[in-house]
Each structure stands twice: as structure tokens, then as C-alpha cells.
């Protein structure tokens, strides 16, 4: 079982800069891929950015040359950069671990934090 802990969420004006930190309360080095998901009102959830154990990351093309995925296995903690918001970016931010071997042998959610991008 994992429990992942966001944090960082808050209200920012377009062009501002915020890290979200998720935490994770076990190992999260080797088994899980992480994630940063994004979810608006009346849409799906939708993947924002994911980061293999081994560093490999993957990012949605609005936020490319944007925002930054990285994980400190050592803390187990997982961090989303994000510079030059939009106010298209706002929505509540949830971290995600799913196991490697996939969704069955284990996935987790956050509680969610909000990012508030506004003038």
C-alpha cells in the first residue's frame, strides 16, 4: 500500500511559477511509474506528466518547454515544476503510482491539490 501526500497547490498569476511536491509514505524507487494528473469541472482526469523508475518522463504537449517532472528516489518524493503558467492550467492536481507491471498489481491517488492560474 502506498499513500501519496500532495502539496505546492495555490493561486498564481499568468507567467508565475509553482512546484507541486507529492510524498509518498513507502518505497516508490523501483516499482512505480508517477504521474501528475490534471482535472477540470465537468472533464476527465487527464495525465499531465509521468516518470519511469529510471527517469525516463513523459509530458503533455501544452505543457512541454513548460513544466518539469523529477523524482528524489532517496525521499521518495516526485515534483512537478511549473513555469509560465496559463490560466489553462488551472484544475486540482493528483499524483499517481502505478506499479510497472500495471494497474492490477497496484495503482494510487492523492488527495488532489489546486492550482489556481489567475490575474
Known amino acids: 500500500q502506498v499513500q501519496l501526500v500532495e502539496s505546492g497547490g495555490g493561486l498564481v498569476q499568468p507567467g508565475g511559477s509553482l512546484r507541486l511536491s507529492c510524498a509518498a509514505s513507502g518505497s516508490i524507487s523501483r516499482t512505480y511509474v508517477m504521474g501528475w494528473y490534471r482535472q477540470v469541472p465537468g472533464k476527465q482526469r487527464e495525465l499531465v506528466a509521468s516518470i519511469t523508475p529510471g527517469g525516463d518522463t513523459n509530458l503533455r504537449d501544452s505543457v512541454k518547454g513548460r513544466f518539469t517532472i523529477s523524482r528524489d528516489n532517496a525521499k521518495n518524493t516526485v515534483y512537478l515544476q511549473m513555469n509560465i503558467l496559463r490560466p489553462e492550467d488551472t484544475g486540482v492536481y493528483y499524483c499517481?503510482?502505478?506499479?510497472?507491471?500495471?494497474?492490477?498489481?497496484?495503482?494510487?491517488w492523492g488527495q488532489g491539490t489546486q492550482v489556481t492560474v489567475s490575474s
Open positions: 499517481n503510482a502505478q506499479n510497472i507491471l500495471g494497474v492490477s498489481f497496484g495503482a494510487y
